[in-house]
C-alpha cells in the first residue's frame, strides 16, 4: 500500500508488516508502535496519513495556509460525494456486515482504533514523562563522568607513583571492565522478549553501527595509551590541565563533523574555561617529578597533548555515528555500541600486552609494589571500573545531550581534579588553581545559561506555532 504526501512515500506493507515514512517527520520507534497497532485493528490508510500530516505539523513543518485550505476543502467535497453517493443507494442496499467486511473494520475494532491512536498522538505531541525520564537519565550518566574525569587520573597516578611502570598494562585497564555492561545488556534484552515474545532481537546493532564502533574502538585504545603515558610521566595536576584542553580540540571537530551550533553563552563557556586551563599552566615549570628526566617529561606532556586531541575527535565522531544509524538509537543500543568500542580498544591493547610481554611482568610487579601484592590488583580492579564510568558516562551524555556538553563537563572537573590531587598527593595548591576554578564555575554557568535560554525559546516556539495547531488540525481531521 502506497500513496504521496507532499512529495514523500508512505509506504505499508502489510505482507512484510512494517511502516515506511521516508522523512523525518514521525521517529521510527513511533512508526514502529503505529505499526504494531495497525497489525491488530487495522488502521486504514486514510488514517495513516493523517498521523503523518499531524506529525509533518508538529514538528515544525506545516505547509502554508493555502495548501492547508485547499487540502480541507478537497476532504470536505469528498464527504459530500460519499454522503450523496450513500444516500442514492440509501442503507440497506448494502447488508450492515458486507458493508464492515468492506471497510475492513467492524464497529468494535473502529473504537479501539481511535483509542489506541489517542494514545499513540498524546505521546508524540507531549510526553512530560519521557521528558523527565531523559532529565533523569542524563543526570545519572553526568555523575558517572564526574566520578570517571576525578577518579581516572587519580587511581592511575596512585599506580604509578607506588611501583607501576606498564604502561599497556594501565591502557588495557581503562577498557577492561568492559563485562559489567553486559548486566544492563541482559536486563534490556529480558525487558523486550518478556514484551514481543520470542521474536525479540538479541542483538539491535547493524553492520554499519559495528563496523564504525569497532574503528573508533581502535582510536580510543590507541588515545588510550597516550593518556597512561602522559599519566605516567607528569603530575595529576599537569596532566588534568593539558586533557581540559580538548574542549577547544572537540568543538573544533563538532563544528566540522556534526555542524554544532555555537551560540553566544556557549562561546563565551569555551573562552572561560580554556582561560582557567592557560591560568594553571603558569606553574607547570615547577611541575616536573624528582628523578624525571627532562625528556621523558616532555614526551609525556605531548603524548598527554595528543590524548586530548584524538578524543576531542572521538566525541564528535560518536555522535556522528549516532546521527547517521539507519536505525532507532535507543539507550539500550548505546550500551551495545560502548561494549563493541571497549572490546576492540581492550584487544587493540592485548595485542600490545602480548608484544611487550607484559602479562608475564604482571606477577612481578605486584611482589614488588609498596602498597603490597593484594592491593596491587585492588588498585588495578579499581582502575578498569572507574575508567569504565568514565567512557559509559562520556556516551550516555553525548546521546542524552550533546558531544560538546561532554566536553564542557570534563572541563569544569579540572579545578576539582586538582583538589583532589591536593589531598590525596600533598601536590601544592597554588593561586592559579582557585582563579581557575572560579574560571571553570562561570564557564559552566555560561554555557548551562545559554542552554536555558534556548530551551526556553524553544518550548515558546512550540507552544505558539507546533502544539496548537497540531492539535487544531486533529480537530478539524476528526481524530481523537
Request: aromatic residues 10%.
Amino acid at each position: 500500500m502506497k500513496t504521496k504526501i507532499e512529495g514523500k512515500e508512505l509506504v505499508y506493507d502489510i505482507a512484510q508488516e512494517h511502516l515506511i515514512l521516508e522523512s523525518i517527520f514521525i521517529p521510527k520507534s513511533r512508526l514502529e508502535k503505529i505499526a504494531r497497532i495497525s497489525r491488530i485493528i487495522f488502521i486504514p490508510k486514510s488514517r495513516l496519513e493523517k498521523i503523518a500530516r499531524i506529525s509533518r505539523i508538529r514538528c515544525g513543518r506545516r505547509e502554508s495556509v493555502d495548501d492547508l485550505n485547499r487540502e480541507r476543502k478537497g476532504n470536505k467535497k469528498r464527504t459530500e460525494r460519499h454522503q450523496q453517493s450513500q444516500k442514492e443507494r440509501g442503507p440497506e442496499t448494502i447488508p450492515r456486515d458486507e458493508r464492515e467486511r468492506e471497510r475492513g473494520q467492524s464497529e468494535p475494532e473502529r473504537t479501539r482504533a481511535n483509542q489506541s491512536l489517542s494514545l499513540v498522538m498524546a505521546e508524540t505531541v507531549a510526553d512530560p514523562r519521557r521528558k523527565g525520564l531523559k532529565r533523569l537519565f542524563l543526570v545519572l550518566n553526568c555523575i558517572m563522568l564526574s566520578v570517571g574525569t576525578c577518579g581516572s587520573p587519580l587511581i592511575m597516578r596512585l599506580y604509578f607513583v607506588r611501583g607501576g611502570a606498564r604502561m599497556w598494562l594501565v591502557s588495557w585497564l581503562e577498557m577492561g571492565a568492559w563485562p559489567m555492561l553486559l548486566v544492563p545488556l541482559g536486563a534490556a534484552y529480558s525487558r523486550r522478549r518478556s514484551a514481543e515474545g520470542p521474536t525479540a532481537r538479541l542483538v539491535l546493532m547493524d553492520r554499519f553501527l559495528f563496523a564504525a564502533a569497532a574503528g573508533i574502538g581502535v582510536l580510543l585504545g590507541l588515545d588510550n595509551y597516550f593518556y597512561a603515558y602522559g599519566v605516567g610521566r607528569l603530575p595529576v595536576s599537569t596532566s588534568a590541565l593539558l586533557i581540559a584542553t580538548q574542549l577547544a580540540f572537540t568543538a573544533g571537530f563538532a563544528f566540522l563533523l556534526v555542524r554544532q551550533r555555537f551560540t553566544s553563552c556557549s562561546i563565551n563557556s569555551i573562552f572561560l574555561l580554556t582561560i582557567g586551563a592557560g591560568v594553571l599552566s603558569m606553574h607547570t615549570s615547577s611541575d616536573r617529578p624528582a628523578g624525571e628526566s627532562k625528556g621523558a617529561y616532555f614526551t609525556g606532556f605531548f603524548m598527554t597533548l595528543g590524548a586530548a586531541a584524538l578524543y576531542g575527535l572521538v566525541l564528535p565522531l560518536v555522535e556522528l555515528m549516532y546521527k547517521k544509524a539507519k536505525q532507532a538509537v535507543t539507550y539500550s543500543l548505546v550500551l551495545e555500541i560502548q561494549l563493541v568500542m571497549c572490546f576492540f580498544a581492550t584487544a587493540f591493547c592485548t595485542v600490545a600486552m602480548l608484544v611487550n610481554k607484559d602479562f608475564q611482568a604482571i606477577p612481578r610487579e605486584a611482589r614488588n609494589y609498596e602498597l603490597g601484592e593484594a592491593r596491587y590488583y585492588v588498585v588495578l580492579v579499581w582502575t578498569a571500573i572507574i575508567n569504565q564510568f568514565f567512557f559509559l558516562g562520556a556516551i550516555g551524555v553525548i546521546f542524552y545531550a550533546s558531544s560538546l556538553f561532554s566536553a564542557v563537563i570534563i572541563a569544569t572537573l579540572l579545578p576539582f581534579t586538582e583538589i583532589l590531587a591536593v589531598i590525596c598527593f600533598q601536590e601544592k595548591f597554588q593561586a592559579e588553581k582557585g582563579v581557575a576554578l572560579a574560571l571553570s564555575l562561570w564557564g559552566f554557568a555560561s554555557y548551562f545559561y545559554g542552554e536555558f535560554k534556548l530551551a526556553k525559546k524553544e518550548k515558546e516556539a512550540t507552544a505558539g506555532t507546533v502544539i496548537k495547531p497540531a492539535e487544531t488540525e486533529m480537530h478539524q481531521q476528526g481524530l481523537p
